[in-house]
């Protein structure tokens, strides 16, 4: 008789695979986090839209992470698309990056936003970013609908 179970095995290669993926994103995440805080420590609050974003492009590149860049999400309700978004950075499938200027993160409005991007994007978590203020805002999105594909 063998000792092989198929079910019992199946188990131990999904809970690595998921502890191997978390191990992944929270890496990503200090690096997102830090490169965040570097931009702003260099550029400070008085660069444009346009410069954050060429610097993150830069930060990214200088990392060799995969991103995405401008890409619309479509929001639909009951089936049929209502509005389409545009999401600045997805970094490396797994995190969404949102650059906002000149507004305060602390509205819920752009939380409600995040998550709804991060459900139809099937990703994990989102961060948005305002460089222009005095300190760095940064907030976190995570999506708990997310759905890990093994």
Same mark, same amino acid.
């Given at each position: 008789?063998?000792?092989?179970?198929?079910?019992?095995?199946?188990?131990? #290669?999904?809970? +690595?695979?998921?502890? %191997?993926?978390?191990?992944? /994103?929270?890496?990503?995440?200090?690096?997102? &986090?830090? !490169?965040?805080?570097?931009?702003?420590?260099?550029?400070?609050?008085?660069?444009?839209?346009?410069?954050? #974003?060429?610097? +993150?492009?830069?930060? %990214?590149?200088?990392?060799? /992470?995969?991103?995405?860049?401008?890409?619309? &999400?479509? !929001?639909?309700?009951?089936?049929?698309?209502?509005?389409?978004?545009?999401?600045?950075?997805?970094?490396?499938?797994?995190?969404?990056?949102?650059?906002?200027?000149?507004?305060? /993160?602390?509205?819920?409005?752009?939380?409600?936003?995040?998550?709804?991007?991060?459900?139809?994007?099937?990703?994990?978590?989102?961060?948005?970013?305002?460089?222009?203020?005095?300190?760095?805002?940064?907030?976190?999105?995570?999506?708990?609908?997310?759905?890990?594909?093994?």
């Amino acid at each position: 008789m063998s000792r092989f179970n198929v079910k019992t095995d199946n188990r131990k #290669i999904t809970h +690595v695979i998921v502890f %191997l993926m978390a191990l992944l /994103l929270s890496h990503l995440v200090r690096v997102v &986090v830090y !490169l965040c805080y570097k931009i702003n420590e260099e550029g400070g609050p008085y660069l444009s839209d346009e410069d954050y #974003i060429e610097s +993150v492009k830069y930060e %990214l590149s200088e990392r060799k /992470l995969n991103f995405r860049q401008n890409e619309y &999400v479509e !929001l639909e309700y009951l089936g049929k698309p209502v509005d389409k978004h545009l999401i600045e950075f997805i970094i490396e499938d797994k995190i969404l990056l949102d650059l906002k200027g000149r507004t305060l /993160l602390r509205h819920k409005i752009f939380h409600k936003q995040l998550a709804s991007y991060l459900k139809e994007k099937n990703l994990p978590l989102a961060f948005v970013v305002n460089f222009q203020s005095r300190r760095l805002q940064l907030r976190r999105i995570i999506n708990p609908n997310f759905n890990y594909q093994l």
